[in-house]
């Protein structure tokens, strides 16, 4: 008997498409493979675990659509299953003039988009959080939060084991006879690899950037809410920001550093020789091209590789704060690329063939946006089935 869905891929992205499946048809047969021992070993368990609030997105964008939502699904998800979720709240501040005017563009986007969001003055500033420095003006934000990814992952796992999902690990797709009705490929930094293999996927590729993030050990009560510089919207990083974790710790980063290799996480390991010369290919096009100022994006991204260069970047957002940081595990974001236009896609994309459909750049802010984007896909699903079966 054939599984109605495999899923390839244990990430948060397939364990909540398999969520929403199964809560409009609980008798569905689902399988979840993944290449790992467990679940949230890459992207969903190494990312910052801030809900974002979403208001950075374009109003027709699909992250836009789905962020609100997605914030107050992943809070309700939480609070159903005693997960921890702390109401860190978010400021993003202003160097100068110029970045005076992208607060006013993001209250605009927050506007448009739905999500509670003020802009507040240097004085206001001060009252939530003395050790911050802004100029003149600052963006408020107190829907945003921080949970643990991997605590949210593992909670449901159980939940789907609960429901009947089967959860095969150590299994690639490579590796894989089990026998399905229809795949769902959420694969993450390989999804475009599986795609291919289906015809679809043929104008992208994905590109690894490392996200490095150091936490600070001299104590807790440094910085009492998330701050996040004002953002270069032409590209899809949110730039060295502090983030409040569950426990209180405050820890600074992501960098947006171009890695060498899919996992590129540490070192040498999970290296593949094939896939660096690939990326390598790629960065270095759009290096000399400079598309969408790459060039100058990979060349600050590397001095980040300088602990002292990164740190300084989150010192300029505060009055006061010591230097000691400590490295932890770094995360990789898989951004998709477009090969014709030599551009990253800054918004979700999904391909479908007869029986498939490819989930090809869950990208930031998925996490957050994941049961409701959830649900869309599972709509978008339905829509291709119908539209198969009436051919």
């Not at 948060?12 to 290449?35: F, Q, V």
């Not at 001060?126 to 420095?133: F, Y």
């Not at 989930?359 to 089935?385: G, H, R």
Request: charged share 25%; net charge positive; with cysteine.
């Amino acid at each position: 008997m054939p599984y109605d869905y495999l899923i390839v891929g244990s990430g948060i992205i397939g364990m909540t498409i398999a969520y929403e499946l199964k809560e409009k048809e609980p008798s569905l047969k689902i399988a979840i493979i993944d290449k790992e021992e467990d679940v949230a070993k890459h992207a969903s368990g190494r990312n910052s675990g801030v809900l974002h609030a979403g208001f950075y997105y374009t109003a027709n964008s699909l992250k836009a659509k789905f962020t609100v939502d997605g914030n107050r699904l992943m809070k309700e998800f939480c609070k159903n299953n005693n997960i921890f979720v702390n109401e860190t709240q978010k400021i993003v501040v202003a160097k100068n003039e110029e970045e005076v005017q992208g607060i006013y563009e993001l209250q605009k986007r927050a506007e448009i988009n739905g999500v509670e969001t003020k802009i507040i003055s240097e004085d206001e500033v001060s009252k939530i959080d003395p050790n911050i420095k802004t100029y003149k003006k600052a963006l408020f934000s107190p829907n945003t939060a921080s949970v643990d990814p991997k605590d949210v992952c593992f909670k449901l796992k159980d939940v789907l084991k609960e429901k009947g999902i089967s959860f095969y690990f150590n299994t690639s797709f490579d590796d894989c006879n089990f026998k399905y009705k229809y795949l769902i490929n959420c694969a993450g930094a390989y999804a475009d690899k599986i795609a291919q293999r289906f015809g679809l996927a043929k104008d992208y590729t994905l590109l690894p950037f490392k996200g490095i993030y150091l936490k600070y050990i001299t104590n807790k009560s440094d910085i009492k809410t998330n701050i996040y510089p004002v953002p270069n919207l032409a590209n899809p990083f949110l730039g060295v920001h502090y983030t409040i974790t569950v426990d209180g710790s405050i820890k600074i980063g992501p960098t947006a550093i171009p890695a060498f290799w899919r996992e590129n996480y540490k070192g040498l390991s999970n290296f593949k020789f094939k896939e660096m010369i690939e990326i390598l290919y790629f960065e270095t096009k759009l290096f000399i091209q400079n598309s969408f100022n790459f060039r100058k994006l990979a060349i600050e991204e590397m001095k980040n590789y300088q602990s002292h260069v990164f740190i300084q970047k989150a010192k300029d957002m505060v009055k006061k704060i010591g230097d000691d940081f400590k490295p932890i595990p770094a995360g990789i974001r898989a951004q998709l690329l477009n090969k014709k236009t030599n551009e990253l896609v800054q918004d979700f994309v999904l391909e479908h063939d007869k029986n498939s459909t490819h989930i090809l750049n869950a990208v930031s802010p998925a996490f957050t946006c994941s049961f409701a984007f959830a649900k869309y896909v599972v709509s978008e699903i339905e829509k291709n089935k119908g539209n198969n079966n009436n051919e």
